[in-house]
């Protein structure tokens, strides 16, 4: 049983597909006017977990995922510049090339944290066409506007606007209070705008300033809206309504809120039925990591510590996807040295214990000790993803001196589907004939009590790139990070 905390009902349910074999997920992509962010890369690896949940049970998944190329403007509502645009300006380059360029970054970002792509990218400005017909839609139902600024949805023709906010908020949206209402949702009062919460379809170009990207449509040249946008690129590919819509908890608000407005008003129907938001990764003191505030930290940062990309991916599963998350260097440096430990053990893993190569290739037999940590990973991750839980347990079972090797390597690359750490690829690593003599010297020392001879030795080793581990059983040889 497969459970999630829908956003829609303010409650975890079990989760239902529309078809019994075949989910249809969307996630709002990246807006590619900069680097993403490790907070908007926290997003993007709780949304490949849920798809990697779903594949695990048995699932296949049609994951859409957009790019936001055109019509997000500063503030997630309708004033301030386009981002695209604005990026142009920044870098001197057409907003095609920016658009190009961050497109391909974050593509890589991906890659390097082991984030499976999506079955399909959609860039919003390939389906402009569509847009405007969408907007034909809402406006022979009678739910728009226009004003100097854009084509704007009235919402309230809508009976129930505001699907995905709490009790409080739709109260404060009944008192019909401008003034509370602006400041609840944050927006701001473009000129001409009937209700605080109306929100653009197709913006007009200013006058004054020539846009790089804007297109004609019946109402005059300009681009469409952000949440135009992602409602029928969603709706294109998956038909509607479809299982699973996702974002960052910054989109409740506003974005997904008009989303599944503008859904229920051109065709009367449910946008999505499960909707789950990740909640933010943020700094110490909870300052929020944003491009706007200018304190953002970028996965190349990272690598340029001498990170590995992964270790971030790690550090994000020491919280619960609908939790705060703290950024600090110090445990980025924690989860780094958890995984390198991680990977030691799997490759201390005696592969003498693998009576052939099928036995590694996890067709092993599991007695019920293992059958038992399988069903309780199984459980804690289909419990709305509760990846803390499963990280616990799957150091238990590294710890469980009762496993066989062999059932201990079948559980962690099985796990490893979820992870996603690259398990699979541990390989043994070489340790240089140098640094073995040098360990084995270290020993004869050791044991004749020469101990300041020893220790230099052990100097000399670490400078090569190696730390020794004393144990009962001898020297470990270990690679320095
Ligand atoms: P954007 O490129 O700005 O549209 O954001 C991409 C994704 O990152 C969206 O799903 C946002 O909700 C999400 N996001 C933005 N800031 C953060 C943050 N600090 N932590 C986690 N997710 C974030
Ligand atoms: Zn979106």
């Known amino acids: 049983m497969l459970k999630f905390y829908n956003s829609l009902s303010h409650k975890k349910e079990i989760f239902k597909p529309i078809?019994?074999?075949?989910?249809?997920?969307?996630?709002?992509?990246?807006?590619?006017?900069?680097?993403?962010?490790?907070?908007?890369?926290?997003?993007?690896?709780?949304?490949?977990?849920?798809?990697?949940?779903?594949?695990?049970?048995g699932y296949s998944v049609n994951h859409i995922m957009n790019i936001t190329d055109v019509g997000h403007l500063t503030s997630d509502a309708d004033?301030?510049?386009?981002?695209?645009?604005?990026?142009?300006?920044?870098?001197?380059?057409?907003?095609?090339?920016?658009a190009n360029f961050y497109e391909k970054v974050f593509k890589q970002d991906l890659k390097r944290l082991n984030i499976i792509f999506p079955s399909k990218w959609i860039r919003a400005t390939q389906t402009i066409k569509d847009q405007i017909k969408f907007i034909q839609i809402l406006e022979k139902k009678g739910f728009t506007y226009?004003?100097?600024?854009?084509?704007?949805?009235?919402?309230?023709?809508?009976?129930?606007?505001?699907?995905?906010?709490s009790e409080k908020a739709k109260k404060i949206l009944k008192s019909k209070s401008k003034d509370d209402i602006k400041k609840f949702v944050r927006v701001e009062m473009v000129p001409g705008k009937k209700n605080p919460t109306?929100?653009?379809?197709?913006?007009?170009?200013?006058?004054?300033?020539?846009?790089?990207?804007?297109?004609?449509?019946?109402?005059?040249?300009?681009?469409?809206?952000?949440?135009t946008e992602c409602v029928v690129m969603s709706i294109k590919e998956l038909g509607i309504p479809?299982?699973?819509?996702?974002?960052?908890?910054?989109?409740?608000?506003?974005?997904?809120?008009?989303?599944?407005?503008?859904?229920?008003?051109?065709?009367?129907?449910?946008?999505?039925?499960?909707?789950?938001?990740?909640?933010?990764?943020?700094?110490?003191?909870?300052?929020?990591?944003?491009?706007?505030?200018?304190?953002?930290?970028?996965?190349?940062?990272?690598?340029?510590?001498?990170?590995?990309?992964?270790?971030?991916?790690?550090?994000?599963?020491?919280?619960?996807?609908?939790?705060?998350?703290?950024?600090?260097?110090?445990?980025?440096e924690a989860s780094q040295r958890a995984l390198n430990n991680l990977y030691q053990k799997v490759r201390e893993i005696n592969k003498k214990d693998f009576s052939n190569k099928t036995d590694m290739d996890n067709s092993v037999y599991l007695g019920s000790r293992s059958?038992?940590?399988?069903?309780?990973?199984?459980?804690?991750?289909?419990?709305?993803?509760?990846?803390?839980?499963?990280?616990?347990?799957?150091?238990?079972?590294?710890?469980?001196?009762?496993?066989?090797?062999?059932?201990?390597?079948?559980?962690?690359?099985?796990?490893?589907?979820?992870?996603?750490?690259?398990?699979?690829?541990?390989?043994?690593?070489?340790i240089p004939q140098e640094v073995r003599n040098l360990?084995?010297?270290?020993?004869?020392?050791?044991?004749?009590?020469?101990?300041?001879?020893?220790?230099?030795?052990?100097?000399?080793?670490k400078s090569l790139g190696w730390e020794i581990e004393d144990t009962q059983d001898g020297p470990k040889i270990i690679k320095s990070k």
């Open 19 to 57: 078809d019994d074999k075949k989910v249809g997920l969307y996630t709002c992509g990246p807006t590619v006017y900069f680097y993403a962010h490790i907070g908007n890369l926290r997003t993007y690896i709780f949304e490949d977990i849920l798809k990697r949940v779903l594949l695990y049970n």
């Open 79 to 98: 004033i301030g510049e386009d981002k695209l645009e604005k990026g142009a300006q920044r870098e001197n380059k057409t907003v095609w090339e920016i």
């Open 146 to 165: 226009i004003i100097d600024d854009g084509v704007y949805f009235n919402t309230q023709k809508l009976k129930n606007y505001g699907a995905l906010w």
């Open 198 to 227: 109306d929100f653009a379809l197709w913006k007009f170009s200013s006058k004054s300033v020539k846009r790089q990207m804007e297109w004609n449509s019946p109402w005059g040249k300009g681009f469409p809206g952000w949440h």
């Open 242 to 332: 479809f299982d699973i819509h996702c974002g960052g908890i910054d989109h409740i608000p506003i974005h997904h809120t008009n989303e599944i407005a503008q859904a229920e008003a051109a065709f009367g129907k449910k946008l999505a039925n499960y909707w789950l938001h990740g909640e933010f990764l943020i700094l110490e003191k909870e300052k929020r990591m944003g491009k706007s505030e200018g304190n953002i930290i970028i996965l190349e940062d990272i690598i340029n510590k001498d990170f590995s990309p992964l270790s971030y991916r790690y550090f994000c599963f020491n919280a619960h996807y609908r939790s705060k998350l703290v950024f600090s260097w110090k445990a980025l």
């Open 371 to 430: 059958q038992n940590y399988k069903k309780t990973f199984k459980k804690f991750i289909n419990d709305d993803l509760d990846m803390p839980k499963a990280m616990s347990l799957m150091w238990d079972v590294v710890k469980d001196d009762n496993l066989k090797n062999n059932e201990k390597y079948y559980l962690l690359i099985d796990f490893d589907k979820i992870f996603g750490l690259g398990l699979d690829k541990i390989k043994e690593i070489a």
């Open 439 to 461: 360990v084995a010297l270290r020993e004869k020392y050791r044991k004749n009590k020469e101990f300041k001879k020893a220790d230099s030795l052990r100097d000399k080793i």
